[in-house]
């Protein structure tokens, strides 16, 4: 009986000094573990939107803005804080969200512009409780997803920056995740001087807004590789579905110099398919809005398939029609006869931003 005692002692201690020991360990936050295991009251992770994300800001110039992230075990709540536009400073704090199993889900209605938001957990508040604040930019604008070939990637040998700091853009990384930047060029990994940066000072000049560019286009892609299904085409679904429920203004499809053989009614049918699977594979509150170049500028000339399937679409209604970059000649172009030049560039992104003003925004090109 004694040596019975004996081993369930010695058992019951072998057993019992491993918990106290991972006890002691957390309590005394050895090796960072409070934090590791979200036992706390803070801010662990802000999810979306993220850090100098546009946002597309809806008819009446705001938009309500999904706040997704992860909090500590112990908060209660988490609350937000927009500063004040007039002296920056933090006039209110307001309950965004109550975690569920760490994981929190809130919005704010934001007006157009660049503005912090600060996130905190709610009462009761360790103590230094703003060294658990986090704050990160978001912008309320115009964004648009862009689609295509190397002239929309970005091909020129020259790399541009954008003027204003309220033109972004989105990097789809090889993870795809979404990373916010200012709005100088590469546009995509590996990419070269692109339109985007000069077309959106121009939008921002003429609209007083952010503006943003996710850009999915590929070097030499024929429209086939873009058909329902493909990877291009999965890739352009899962940017809109990151952008969040309010989507974007418009995708802008430049693309045409790889398919100078195709006829205008193999062109048309092909971007017309791709063009009602992205409005069903997202479904937004009015169709997905598509702004088509007419693009064809290959080894010196110009094909009238491709042109004409280009125009087709716009004529179906299914596309508002872009700017015709055919226009822009061999003086335009590098020595390959296909990619914009400096020059070229700076003219086709003129081209770009009227033919949105006028077509997506209903506004004279020129003030």
């Known amino acids: 009986m004694v040596a019975r005692r004996h081993f369930f002692a010695v058992w019951?201690?072998?057993?019992?000094?491993?918990?106290?020991?991972?006890?002691?360990?957390?309590?005394?936050?050895?090796?960072?573990l409070r934090r590791t295991l979200y036992l706390d009251r803070r801010i662990?992770?802000?999810?979306?939107?993220?850090d100098g994300q546009v946002v597309q800001r809806g008819a009446d110039g705001t938009?309500?803005?999904?706040?997704?992230?992860?909090?500590?075990?112990?908060?209660?709540?988490v609350e937000a804080a927009v500063a004040n536009a007039d002296d920056h400073s933090v006039p209110q704090w307001q309950t965004l969200a109550a975690p569920t199993w760490t994981h929190f889900q809130g919005t704010l209605r934001l007006p157009t512009g660049c503005q912090p938001v600060w996130l905190r957990v709610g009462e009761p508040r360790p103590p230094q409780a703003f060294n658990h604040v986090e704050v990160g930019e978001v912008c309320v604008g115009e964004v648009f997803i862009v689609a295509g070939q190397s002239n929309a990637a970005g091909s020129c040998t020259t790399l541009f920056s954008a003027a204003s700091p309220l033109v972004r853009t989105g990097l789809v990384g090889e993870d795809g995740r979404l990373t916010w930047r200012a709005g100088h060029d590469p546009q995509v990994l590996n990419g070269?001087?692109?339109?985007?940066?000069?077309?959106?000072?121009?939008?921002?000049?003429?609209?007083?807004?952010?503006?943003?560019?996710v850009n999915v286009a590929v070097g030499g892609s024929s429209i086939r590789d873009w058909a329902p299904g493909t990877p291009h085409f999965q890739h352009l679904v899962q940017v809109l579905q990151a952008l969040g429920p309010q989507g974007a203004r418009a995708i802008l499809w430049h693309q045409g110099e790889s398919d100078s053989a195709l006829a205008a009614d193999e062109y048309a049918t092909r971007l017309t398919a791709i063009i009602e699977a992205t409005r069903a594979a997202v479904r937004t509150e009015t169709p997905l809005t598509w702004v088509v170049a007419r693009a064809s500028f290959k080894d010196g000339q110009t094909f009238a398939g491709v042109r004409d399937g280009q125009r087709r679409v716009w004529e179906t209604g299914l596309a508002l029609p872009g700017p015709d970059t055919d226009e822009l000649g061999p003086d335009m172009r590098q020595p390959d006869r296909v990619h914009f030049n400096a020059a070229g560039t700076?003219?086709?992104?003129?081209?770009?931003a009227a033919a949105l003003l006028r077509e997506v925004f209903r506004?004279?090109?020129e003030p």
């Not at 002691?24 to 936050?29: D, M, P, Q, S």
């Not at 662990?44 to 993220?50: E, L």
């Open 12 to 32: 019951g201690t072998a057993l019992l000094l491993p918990v106290l020991l991972a006890g002691l360990a957390v309590w005394n936050n050895w090796f960072g």
């Open 63 to 77: 938009a309500s803005v999904g706040f997704t992230g992860r909090a500590g075990w112990l908060a209660q709540t």
């Open 192 to 213: 070269g001087g692109s339109v985007w940066p000069l077309v959106g000072d121009l939008l921002v000049q003429r609209l007083g807004t952010p503006v943003g560019f």
């Open 363 to 365: 506004r004279p090109s």
């Open 44 to 50: 662990h992770a802000v999810s979306f939107p993220g």
């Open 346 to 352: 700076s003219a086709a992104a003129r081209q770009w």
